[in-house]
């Protein structure tokens, strides 16, 4: 079955650090790749996405995220990071039967 | 105003109750989706329905059932809940099995 490796479970830095959080996927063909961020007591939005192309994709509020096939993985990255993203990040994979799968997630706390 | 709506936004029952918990969406997407989320554990996929007459089995649908009453509402059924369903359940809409919007949540304690 697939699965989703998020290794970092909770990650605590001050602002203006710089930010990756670690994705690793368990599927050999073709997939499709989501960040997604939960701020306290939200729902999830999508941070990026990737379904082909240029392997290094940018979203929104400043976060990237690079894909390595040869890894299997898909890195999320931010250069500076703000209070405000003080948030649970999930990564999430699209192996083609329709369904996501989700990384247990990553709790970033940032301190002012 | 919201895409995706869930009600209630809260709810706390007792054991052996049944309860449903609705989810609505306005962005005409065709899939519809439940996940529970514990803490820890990530969310995980309970049901799922690509269209009105198609409803599959998540990871973890035992205890569960559903309902796709229209394109726009699909609708989660616990039969009897037990205090470890206590959670936080998520709808999500997707167009074509693509990205997915989520709903704000309900957060569900069974004592």
């Known amino acids: 079955a697939q699965s989703v490796s998020q290794h970092n479970h909770h990650v605590i830095l001050s602002e203006a650090a710089s930010l990756e959080l670690g994705c690793n996927y368990s599927y050999g063909g073709t997939v499709n790749l989501f960040w997604y961020v939960q701020y306290p007591g939200q729902h999830l939005q999508l941070l990026l996405k990737y379904f082909s192309g240029d392997p290094l994709v940018k979203g929104i509020k400043g976060f990237e995220a690079e894909f390595i096939k040869s890894k299997f993985s898909f890195n999320l990255r931010k250069p500076s990071v703000q209070w405000s993203d003080t948030a649970e990040y999930f990564c999430a994979v699209n192996t083609g039967f329709q369904k996501l799968v989700f990384g247990t997630g990553t709790r970033l706390l940032v301190s002012p | 105003d919201a895409d995706v709506t869930q009600t209630p936004r809260n709810r706390i029952t007792k054991t052996g109750k049944r309860i449903m918990l609705e989810c609505s969406q306005t962005k005409g997407h065709d899939r519809m989706y439940w996940y529970r989320q514990d803490p820890g554990l990530g969310l995980r996929l309970i049901y799922y329905?690509?269209?009105?007459?198609?409803?599959n089995k998540g990871e973890i649908s035992d205890g569960y059932s559903v309902s796709r009453q229209a394109q726009a509402k699909f609708s989660l059924s616990l039969e009897s809940a037990i205090p470890n369903q206590t959670a936080l359940y998520f709808c999500?809409?997707?167009?074509?099995?693509?990205?997915?919007?989520f709903g704000p949540g309900t957060r569900l304690t069974v004592t």
């Open positions: 329905s690509f269209d009105v007459k198609d409803i």
């Open positions: 999500a809409t997707s167009l074509g099995g693509y990205e997915q919007y």
